[in-house]
Nanobody
């Protein structure tokens, strides 16, 4: 499966932003989908994941209550709705997919930069 992340940009603190992850090459429902984030010089950090059918989600502590992960398998697309953004959320976000949902995820999209100004 190939993944294409989009939706990043420059926003102000307190704003919301929705990232998208478009999948191609295979049925998206075959994969657990997740979002990770990475700042320069650091490892990629888990943000959230969603199971194949979208019935179960899991969040990092930093994302819980502010971010919502979802998916539309009919559109082969996953989403990360981010709210109450702070400058600390200024990082590159990556979507990833894995059939079993086990780390490390097998498939990665290119990153999309989110910049939050204060």
């Amino acid at each position: 499966v190939q993944l294409q992340a989009s939706g990043g940009g420059l926003v102000q603190a307190g704003d919301s932003l929705r990232l998208s992850c478009a999948a191609s090459g295979d049925s998206f429902s075959n994969y657990v989908m997740a979002w990770f984030r990475q700042t320069p010089g650091n490892d990629r950090e888990f943000v959230a994941s969603i199971n194949h059918g979208g019935s179960n989600t899991f969040y990092a502590v930093s994302a819980k209550g502010r971010f919502t992960i979802s998916r539309d398998n009919a559109k082969n697309t996953g989403y990360l709705q981010m709210g109450s953004l702070t400058p600390e959320d200024t990082v590159v976000y990556y979507c990833a997919a894995d059939r079993a949902g086990k780390h490390p995820f097998d498939y990665w999209g290119q990153g999309t930069q989110v910049t939050v100004s204060s």
